[in-house]
């Protein structure tokens, strides 16, 4: 059966995320699957960002990985979707970033993402279990270290049991020099 605007209506419920593999496109040439918004969101500031749910859960396909992309008309209508990516293993509901210049309301029902997949594949990957935690969760972040007169920059990570981490810079101040010793005039 088809709702309004040619989409679903088992993508139109408003009860429980459906797994993408049970999402349909719009039509037989639409690239992407319409991520629809699970509930009203208001945006009162300009330059807020919403994460907001939608009405699809993972986990995807199995060797497609999902592009979070905006749909055509979301800048029209004063909506702006960062893009993001939707692993494979990923199991929660999949969210979207939206954010606008203007206070207004983003209502339910309405989709200004969609999910396009693709193949990939990633060689010698970790096999380890997946959640629903997203952006960016196995990402602990960057610290710095200061020893002596060294400042060294780390970029730490964990793949979920183990940390990795890797040296990203090392900077020694010259002392008494000037300040075009510093940058490379």
Not at 50 to 58: C, F, N, P, S
């Amino acid at each position: 059966m088809i709702c309004k605007k040619g989409v679903p209506s088992a993508i139109q419920s408003h009860g429980a995320a459906k797994p993408v593999s049970q999402l349909r496109a719009a039509t037989t040439g639409s690239a992407g699957l319409d991520l629809i918004m699970q509930q009203d969101t208001e945006f009162t500031l300009p330059g807020e960002v919403h994460v907001v749910e939608t009405q699809a859960k993972g986990p995807l396909p199995a060797g497609m990985v999902g592009h979070v992309l905006p749909r055509s008309h979301a800048g029209r209508k004063g909506f702006f979707v960062i893009p993001g990516v939707i692993d494979p293993d990923y199991q929660g509901i999949i969210k979207v970033q939206v954010w606008t210049n203007l206070p207004q309301t983003l209502p339910r029902d309405q989709s200004v993402a969609q999910l396009i997949l693709v193949p990939y594949s990633v060689p010698g990957a970790v096999q380890q279990e997946r959640g629903d935690a997203g952006f960016g969760s196995t990402l602990i972040g960057l610290t710095t270290t200061v020893t002596g007169t060294q400042n060294t920059l780390y970029y730490i990570w964990t793949d979920g049991m183990d940390c990795t981490t890797q040296q990203v810079s090392q900077m020694t101040p010259k002392l008494g020099g000037e300040m075009s010793d510093y940058a490379g005039g």
